[in-house]
């Protein structure tokens, strides 16, 4: 007899299939049909507002941008087939680790095929067998992936908590090799980490810092490097780790670090070397964007003036938010439940806006979430529009909004 290994999985089938026969939509349905602008699709032939795509600079239709792309597919083809360290380096991929140094400053770079594969390849590659991982509870899950994938003995802390951290660090032996794993804004709340003190404990204990800044880079910090920047602790961070895949508005992942002895990761860091490197037309369109991202000055302004209007909006509606203030460009909106964030997700697509829809195992324990990611070119017409349609949708779900806020 077969053992059906897909079993496992039936309760979450018909959790699903629940959903679909309550007249949900179906989450892991939504298809873009024409997408129109970075704030605006067509989802199953409705205008849709996008709110949720991490677009935080707009780049995904920068004419420069598109231009770079356009020009390196002619003059270099569609795709590499091969790996950095065989075929697959182009001059594209050598000018986008360029820009990469420029915009952070720093003496390396090296660019993965994705976010997901930079965290999985720069985890597991530092920290091996003896050596400690100490990462923040509510770490990404490419994070969480990179410490399975190494030797190293995983140690959690409360998520952004100094005092636990440094409980923590305590107890590991001094001689043993540390990398303490920080995000500078996380992801599920929004909120971000108070990088002063976190850094300043690892180092006090002989670590390793690496800060994964996805969703900080572009706007945090006079020069968008993140929000390592804005807190002013570059001097003592050891690796930053990012994406294309947000504000820079393409695909791809990247670690950039002044470690003298760099280089050497391209040849043991397995999720960069054991891989197809990124198309000639990707690098070159993520080189433009960064480069462009350096003085994108007013647009980091405004993307700040939208998510204020955003998050000020929806609480004085009485929304219940993750945050009090905001303090990135991810504004997260508290649910009940599962039953009702579903409710309030489906019937916010169906009224034209489109938002992530999060649970657990992504989200903290018992916490569900509507996300919404603010773009710097939404207008506060579209802003007004959505806060109208949260509006409609939670009578229409039946959530209850608090009196005042
Ligand atoms: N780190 C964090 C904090 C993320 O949120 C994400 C993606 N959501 C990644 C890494 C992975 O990025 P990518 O989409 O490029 O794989």
Same mark, same amino acid.
């Given at each position: #007899?077969?053992?059906?290994?897909?079993?496992?999985?039936?309760?979450?089938?018909?959790?699903?299939?629940?959903?679909? @026969?309550?007249? *949900?939509?179906?989450?892991?349905? *939504?298809?873009?049909?024409?997408?129109?602008?970075?704030?605006?699709?067509?989802?199953?032939?409705?205008?849709?507002?996008?709110?949720?795509?991490?677009?935080?600079?707009?780049?995904?239709?920068?004419?420069?941008?598109?231009?770079?792309?356009?020009?390196? *597919?002619?003059?270099?083809?569609?795709?590499?087939?091969?790996?950095?360290?065989?075929?697959?380096?182009?001059?594209?991929?050598?000018?986008?680790?360029?820009?990469?140094?420029?915009?952070?400053?720093? @003496?390396?770079? #090296?660019?993965? @095929?994705?976010?997901?594969?930079?965290?999985?390849? #720069?985890?597991?590659?530092?920290?091996?067998?003896?050596?400690?991982?100490?990462?923040?509870?509510?770490?990404?899950? @490419?994070?969480?992936?990179?410490?399975?994938?190494?030797?190293?003995?995983?140690?959690?802390?409360?998520?952004?908590?100094?005092?636990?951290?440094?409980?923590?660090?305590?107890?590991?032996?001094?001689?043993?090799?540390?990398?303490?794993?920080?995000?500078?804004?996380?992801?599920?709340?929004?909120?971000?980490?108070?990088?002063?003190?976190?850094?300043?404990?690892?180092?006090?204990?002989?670590?390793?810092?690496?800060?994964?800044?996805?969703?900080?880079?572009?706007?945090?910090?006079?020069?968008?490097?993140?929000?390592?920047?804005?807190?002013?602790?570059?001097?003592?961070?050891?690796?930053?780790?990012?994406?294309?895949?947000?504000?820079?508005?393409?695909?791809?992942?990247?670690?950039?670090?002044?470690?003298?002895? !760099?280089?050497?990761?391209?040849?043991?860091?397995?999720?960069?070397?054991?891989?197809?490197?990124?198309?000639?037309?990707?690098?070159?369109?993520?080189?433009?964007?960064?480069?462009?991202?350096?003085?994108?000055?007013?647009?980091?302004?405004?993307?700040?003036?939208?998510?204020?209007?955003?998050?000020?909006?929806?609480?004085?509606?009485?929304?219940?938010?993750?945050?009090?203030?905001?303090?990135?460009?991810?504004?997260?909106?508290?649910m009940?439940d599962q039953?009702t964030t579903a409710?309030m997700w489906?019937?916010?697509?169906?009224?034209?806006?489109?938002?992530?829809m999060?649970r657990?195992?992504?989200?903290?324990?018992?916490?569900f979430l509507l996300?919404?990611?603010?773009?710097?070119?939404?207008?506060?017409?579209? *802003?007004?529009?959505?806060?109208?349609? !949260?509006?409609?949708?939670?009578?229409?779900?039946?959530?209850?909004?608090?009196?005042?806020?």
């Amino acid at each position: #007899m077969t053992v059906d290994l897909l079993a496992k999985y039936d309760p979450l089938i018909a959790e699903h299939a629940g959903l679909l @026969s309550a007249g *949900i939509r179906d989450p892991f349905g *939504i298809v873009m049909d024409k997408v129109l602008s970075p704030t605006e699709a067509i989802i199953k032939g409705q205008h849709t507002i996008l709110l949720g795509t991490y677009n935080y600079m707009g780049m995904t239709f920068d004419p420069d941008v598109v231009a770079a792309g356009q020009a390196a *597919i002619r003059d270099y083809g569609a795709g590499t087939t091969g790996s950095r360290v065989l075929n697959g380096t182009y001059q594209t991929h050598k000018e986008c680790e360029a820009a990469l140094k420029d915009f952070y400053g720093m @003496s390396h770079a #090296m660019v993965f @095929s994705t976010g997901y594969q930079a965290n999985l390849g #720069m985890v597991s590659t530092l920290a091996g067998k003896g050596d400690f991982i100490i990462l923040d509870a509510d770490s990404h899950a @490419s994070i969480y992936d990179g410490c399975k994938m190494s030797n190293a003995d995983i140690v959690r802390f409360r998520h952004n908590d100094a005092a636990d951290l440094e409980k923590r660090l305590k107890r590991l032996p001094a001689e043993a090799g540390k990398l303490v794993v920080l995000e500078g804004v996380y992801s599920m709340l929004g909120d971000i980490a108070p990088l002063p003190e976190l850094v300043a404990i690892a180092k006090a204990h002989g670590a390793m810092v690496l800060v994964d800044e996805a969703h900080g880079m572009g706007f945090f910090g006079p020069n968008g490097r993140g929000v390592y920047e804005e807190q002013g602790v570059a001097d003592d961070v050891d690796f930053v780790v990012g994406t294309f895949s947000k504000s820079v508005g393409t695909v791809g992942g990247f670690c950039v670090s002044n470690h003298p002895k !760099f280089e050497i990761l391209r040849l043991v860091c397995r999720p960069y070397t054991f891989t197809a490197s990124l198309p000639p037309a990707v690098v070159a369109s993520a080189a433009t964007s960064i480069r462009k991202l350096m003085t994108a000055h007013d647009k980091r302004a405004r993307l700040w003036e939208a998510t204020r209007r955003l998050h000020g909006g929806l609480k004085a509606r009485g929304f219940r938010l993750a945050t009090e203030t905001p303090e990135s460009a991810i504004v997260s909106v508290l649910m009940p439940d599962q039953e009702t964030t579903a409710l309030m997700w489906s019937t916010l697509i169906e009224l034209g806006v489109y938002v992530n829809m999060s649970r657990p195992p992504a989200t903290p324990a018992g916490v569900f979430l509507l996300r919404c990611s603010i773009c710097a070119l939404h207008s506060d017409e579209q *802003i007004d529009i959505v806060l109208g349609k !949260f509006e409609q949708a939670a009578q229409m779900a039946n959530l209850a909004l608090h009196e005042h806020a």
